[in-house]
């Protein structure tokens, strides 16, 4: 869904991983030709594997990387990516997809440092049974990227339909014990879950927060919850590569603007567009 504006958030807690600056060896997208911040389309590494862990319901990504016994989880739209489209506008391409902010990377580079395997746990109901189709695909390259960008194994467990896998249900978090971890069980309490759905004035409802709870109820113990906000800071910023520095993201009615000029125009009259500034 898309972002939601930055509100006021609780103070994150205190088992949440710390922050750190981001690793020298990290591919960049400078180096590699693309956008700053914005996706590109990547090579899955040969080392990891994309496939269906419960038929048309689950995909999951699994890099090689031994059990772990923290876990870092984040959802992936409006957490981890934003969408560089007008409100109310859904993607089609990798183009349209951006970095949260450019504390993403640090963050879970951090995490990972900190002995964390870092999950995604995304619904993806337009997906729906077609784990090889076009759909499919652009979210698979969308979460390759990210984790070419980061340079450390990212996993992830994708619900593709609206079953007992899909948040807020806790059965994704089990499926990944078992299918991504070596059915390793997770220390909660050294573990946390950051997603946008927090049930805040202007969320599109609570279901990250309440599959926090699950998790916690269904296998004992509490799993922190944090908002992007909290975990990343204000999405209003864009990744650069090398130096840290992070530039100003466009207005969203200068980026609908940039959306309609991709995908041309059509009229019976000349139109003039003034165009001012980077873009």
Known sequence: APPAATLPTTAPPTTAPPAA????????????????????????????????????????????????????????????VRWLLPEGVFPTSLSQYALWSGGVLAELRAAHAAGCKLVIFSNQGGIKGAHEGKTAARVKGVIDWVAEELGVPLFACIATQ?????????????????????????????????GDAAGRPGDIGDSDRDFAAAVGAAHGGSLAFRTPEEAFGSPEQLAEPGDGVAVPCPPREALGARAALLGGYWAEWPVLLVLCGPQ
């Open 21 to 80: 600056a981001p690793s020298a060896a990290a591919p960049s997208a400078a180096a590699a030709g693309g956008k700053l911040g914005v996706a590109r389309a990547v090579a899955t590494p040969p080392d990891v594997r994309w496939y269906s862990a419960v038929p048309k319901e689950v995909i999951v990504r699994r890099p090689s990387e031994a059990p772990r016994g923290k876990v870092a989880a984040y959802d992936l739209d409006a957490t981890l």
């Open 162 to 194: 609206k079953s007992e896998y899909r948040k807020p249900g806790a059965p994704m978090w089990g499926l990944m014990l078992r299918e991504l971890n070596g059915g390793v069980q997770a220390h909660l309490a050294a573990s946390s879950y950051t």
